[in-house]
């Protein structure tokens, strides 16, 4: 492998990252409707679980939200991302994708939690090497309507790097260059966007 190849290989690796490597934060104490208020309940003891590593208990709190009747989709699409994240901590990667494709059929989920799920599942498809896989969820996760700043780019990011594996070149390079011009986008997108035009020879 000529020292060119190898720089944007390791490049790929270090692109193809996901969102929420730890779960998302505690919900606001809930005043309305009984399921609501349970919801907001054992989601926040999921999170505290979680911040004291106890994940056994953590899956079982987030769980409950989820087959929760009547509990806010927003509420069981947030539990959801959750315990996707500590399944793939616990090397569980057909229950984290499972978790994440839940999210993106969710009816009424928040843009901002399927664009994420739509990120973090191309990542697992990017690693294990189904590139047009995870293209087409980068590709949704892009052009989903509503989506948040954070997950576009790195979604821009993520399929810049694939289509350099494809030798996709020119894409690749309106990928990155999309990354970098795109308002709002995270600085950190910004550099990883950067440095991958720098190692195609932009």
């Given amino acids: ?9 390791r490049l790929v690796l270090i692109l193809f990252l996901g969102m929420a490597g730890v779960c998302l934060g505690k919900l606001p104490s809930a005043a309305g409707a009984t399921a609501e208020e349970e919801a907001v309940s054992w989601y926040n003891r999921g999170v505290d679980f979680s911040d004291q590593q106890d994940y056994a208990n953590a899956i079982d709190a987030f769980t409950r939200v989820i087959e929760l009747p009547g509990a806010p989709v927003e509420q069981v699409a947030k539990a959801l991302v959750n315990r996707g994240v500590i399944y793939g901590q616990q090397g569980q990667t057909e229950r984290k994708i499972a978790d994440y494709t839940r999210v993106i059929e969710l009816p009424g989920a928040p ?21 047009e896989r995870a293209i087409a969820d980068w590709s949704r996760a892009i052009e989903l309507p509503g989506a948040p700043a954070e997950p576009v780019a790195m979604a821009l990011v993520n399929r810049g790097a694939a289509y350099v594996l494809q030798g996709q070149r020119e894409w690749a390079i309106a990928d990155f260059t999309r990354a970098i011009e795109l308002p709002g986008a995270p600085a950190e997108q910004v550099v990883k966007a950067k440095q991958a035009l720098k190692a195609v020879g932009q």
């Fill in 1 to 9: 492998m000529s020292r060119s190849h190898l720089t944007i290989f």
């Fill in 111 to 131: 843009a901002e939690l399927v664009a994420q799920a739509l990120v973090n599942r191309g990542v697992i498809s990017g690693q294990q090497g189904q590139m």
